[in-house]
């Protein structure tokens, strides 16, 4: 089943512009990563924030994360065609182990 | 270091057939987790291994199953293939050290197509 539910569904931005993609989830975490996926292929693993994290950035990535809500961003900034992808947001619980949950994704489409 | 590393990368089977899949975890890390992604169901995750043990079970029928080697290499099994199960199937794989929900790195995935 899945815990995260990204919003929106799909995005359509121009190169240059900010892209924003929100996930929600349902249930207590111990982390939310962020994922990238592109076209049919293996995730590559973006930014990983901890529960008792609020905000964590990384190059053009600024992720937040409000426990209290249960719901996490993903900004991009100054976006690029290559930032074309679907992007995928993770829990991660408290269990002891690896396993992650998976949203749906949000699919963005940066044109030049 | 060499990445995740996923065989065979396409398959095509018929309902009823039975299918392995095979995925070489990085050096070093102990815990390979399998997951499905379809268009209708996303990404699904299947089960983990780690020190050839299940550690952790998706909901999955039991004609899902999988094996992991001294090696830490691991194998999934689909047993009696039906049209449902055509999907990517993902292998990720980490340190393992029982850490909550550590960073997976994936592979590239096998693409199986049921017909």
């Known amino acids: 089943s899945q815990q995260g539910e990204e919003d929106p569904q799909a995005l359509s931005i121009q190169e240059g512009e900010n892209a924003t993609m929100n996930c929600s989830y349902k249930?207590?975490?111990?982390?939310l990563q962020w994922y990238r996926q592109n076209s049919g292929r293996g995730l590559v693993h973006l930014i990983l924030?901890?529960?008792?994290?609020r905000e964590k950035h990384s190059g053009r990535l600024r992720v937040t994360l409000d426990t209290s809500k249960k719901s996490s961003s993903l900004l991009i900034t100054a976006s690029r065609a290559a930032d074309t992808a679907s992007y995928f947001c993770?829990?991660?619980?408290?269990?002891?182990?690896?396993?992650?949950?998976f949203g749906k994704g949000t699919m963005l489409l940066v044109s030049p | 270091k060499a990445g995740v590393t996923q065989t065979p990368r396409y398959l095509i089977k018929t309902r009823g057939q039975q299918v392995t899949l095979s995925c070489s975890p990085i050096?070093?890390?102990?815990?390979v987790s399998w997951y499905q992604q379809t268009p209708g169901q996303g990404l699904q995750f299947l089960f983990e291994?780690?020190?050839?043990?299940?550690?952790n079970k998706g909901n999955f029928p039991g004609r899902f199953s999988g094996r992991q080697f001294s090696n830490s290499r691991s194998e999934m099994n689909v047993s009696t293939l039906e049209l449902g199960d055509s999907a990517l199937y993902l292998c990720?794989?980490?340190?393992?050290?029982?850490?909550?929900?550590?960073?997976?790195?994936f592979g590239p995935g096998t693409r199986l197509l049921v017909l």
């Open positions: 990720a794989s980490s340190l393992g050290g029982g850490h909550n929900g550590e960073t997976q790195y």
């Open positions: 249930t207590s975490i111990n982390n």
């Open positions: 924030i901890r529960s008792n994290e």
């Open positions: 993770a829990t991660a619980s408290n269990s002891g182990y690896s396993t992650l949950t």
């Open positions: 050096s070093g890390h102990r815990s």
């Open positions: 291994y780690f020190s050839e043990t299940q550690r």
